[in-house]
């Protein structure tokens, strides 16, 4: 069966600090799929990032980046120099590709406060 | 504006009654998905349709049904509701049935009362 697991529930960091948000998850399958959203204040789900199980590249797109590591099962994700507008709850997912559909399997959430 | 369109946004019912809660998915997008955010359970997948075509159950409850319309709309029936339904329903679509990430809807926010 499929989890995913964050740790970390609540995180509060100064406006400019970096800060790592830890997901780890299971799986059987050899080919799947992580994820992270981001969730703010006003409730929608914003999706950030596709990963396949194939490419253990870690990913930059501006203050954001992500480290894959198999061997470990983690799919961390860093904010590099923190805004008061990161501020939000972030969900880690997991699909498996064996499922018959596209099930997203998320874990608990992370919610960071950034403070000015 | 995510291009998944959700109504009602907000909702107020009482114990026993049945909603429906609606959804337009993408333009293009073929794949429906609707979830449950509830404070104790997170974020629980309910069900997927694909093309009209149920894909994938999740933990639905019985009293829950869904279904997608030939304008790939989509609709989910929840009926004799109970206080532990108050939740946000999300609808996300995609354009494949599988191996994607979606895009959600902004929610309808459902309160039992």
Known sequence: AQKVTQAQTEISVVEKEDVT???????RD????LFWYKQPPSGE????????SFDEQNEISGRYSWNFQKSTSSFNFTITASQV???AVYFCALSEA???????????GTRLMVKP | DSGVTQTPKHLI????????LRCSPRSGDLSVYWYQQSLDQ??????QYYNGEERAKGNILE????QQFPDLHSELNLSSLELGDSALYFCASSAAAKHYGYTFGSGTRLTVV
């Open chain 1, 85 to 87: 507008v990161d501020s």
């Open chain 1, 21 to 27: 948000l830890d997901c780890v998850y299971e799986t």
């Open chain 2, 63 to 66: 009293r829950f049904s869904a």
């Open chain 2, 13 to 20: 019912t009482a114990t026993g009654q049945r909603v429906t």
């Open chain 1, 98 to 108: 064996n499922n018959a559909g596209n099930m997203l399997t998320f874990g608990g």
């Open chain 2, 42 to 47: 997170g974020l629980q997948f309910l069900i």
């Open chain 1, 45 to 52: 789900l914003v999706f950030l990032i596709r990963r396949n």
């Open chain 1, 30 to 33: 050899t080919t799947y799929y």
